[in-house]
C-alpha cells in the first residue's frame, strides 16, 4: 500500500522569511515520482515542483526546493523568500511508475504573514 | 493551451435531478480524471480515462456515471444524488501513462451542492 503523511496542517511565516514542510511517504516501490502541488483559497491546484525518485540531485523551481531523501522516505518543500502569493494549502502527492493513480497528503495550510 | 476547463463552476441540485459536469483540455493529453474534494480535504480519485478507456474507478457509487466522448472532453453524468455529494469536482490530464512527463493539469473545479 503507498501512503503519504505530512504531519503538519497548518503552519504561518513571516513575509521574505523560509519555510519547509514536510512529506513522508511509504512504498515498496523503486519507480514513483513525487510532487508539491499549491491549492490557493477559492482557486485552480496548480504544481509547485516535481520530483523523479531515481535522480538523486533535489528539484528547485526559483524559491521552491525539495529536500528529497529515499532512505527516509520523505520529500519536504522549502520556500524561501516567502510571498503572501504563496498562502495555500500545500499538497504532497506520490505516483507509482507507469499508473495514473496519486496518492495525496492530507495538505498542509501555509500562511503568509505581512 | 495549457489549461483544463469545467463547467459549470456551481451548480446547486435536488436529489431527484440529472445533471453533467463538463471538463475540456486541449493539451492532446490521453488520461483525464475525475475527483472530489470535500473542504480542507485532499482530492479523492474517482475515475480515471486512459485513451479514452476507463482505466480506474475507485468503487464511486453508481449514481455517478463518467463518459470520456473524446480525448478532448470529460464528462460526469450525475443522478439521484445524496447531501452528502456536495463538494469541490475536480477534473485533471496528464500526457499519458509510461512517461516522465506525468504530472496532473487540474481544472478550476465544479462547486456541488445537493439538496
Known amino acids: 500500500a503507498q501512503t503519504v503523511t505530512q504531519s503538519q496542517p497548518e503552519m504561518s511565516v513571516q513575509e521574505a522569511e523560509t519555510v519547509t514542510l514536510s512529506c513522508t511517504y511509504d512504498t515498496s516501490e523503486s519507480n514513483y515520482y513525487l510532487f508539491w502541488y499549491k491549492q490557493p483559497p477559492s482557486r485552480q491546484m496548480i504544481l509547485v515542483i516535481r520530483?523523479?525518485?531515481?535522480?538523486?540531485q533535489n528539484a528547485t523551481e526559483n524559491r521552491f526546493s525539495v529536500n528529497f531523501q529515499k532512505a527516509a522516505k520523505s520529500f519536504s518543500l522549502k520556500i524561501s523568500d516567502s510571498q503572501l502569493g504563496d498562502t495555500a494549502m500545500y499538497f504532497c502527492?506520490?505516483?507509482?511508475?507507469?499508473?495514473?493513480?496519486?496518492?495525496f497528503g492530507s495538505g498542509t495550510k501555509l500562511n503568509v504573514k505581512p | 493551451d495549457t489549461e483544463v476547463t469545467q463547467t459549470p463552476k456551481h451548480l446547486v441540485m435536488g436529489m431527484t435531478n440529472k445533471k453533467s459536469l463538463k471538463c475540456e483540455q486541449h493539451m492532446g493529453h490521453r488520461a483525464m480524471y475525475w475527483y472530489k474534494q470535500k473542504a480542507k480535504k485532499p482530492p479523492e480519485l474517482m475515475f480515471v480515462?486512459?485513451?479514452?478507456?476507463?482505466?480506474i474507478n475507485e468503487s464511486v457509487p453508481s449514481r455517478f456515471s463518467p463518459e470520456c466522448p473524446n480525448s478532448s472532453l470529460l464528462n460526469l453524468h450525475l443522478h439521484a444524488l445524496q447531501p452528502e455529494d456536495s463538494a469541490l469536482y475536480l477534473c485533471a490530464s496528464s500526457q499519458d501513462t509510461g512517461s516522465s512527463y506525468n504530472e496532473q493539469f487540474f481544472g478550476p473545479g465544479t462547486r456541488l451542492t445537493v439538496l
Open positions: 520530483q523523479e525518485a531515481y535522480k538523486q
Open positions: 480515462y486512459s485513451y479514452e478507456k476507463l482505466s
Open positions: 502527492a506520490f505516483m507509482v511508475g507507469n499508473f495514473n493513480k496519486f496518492y
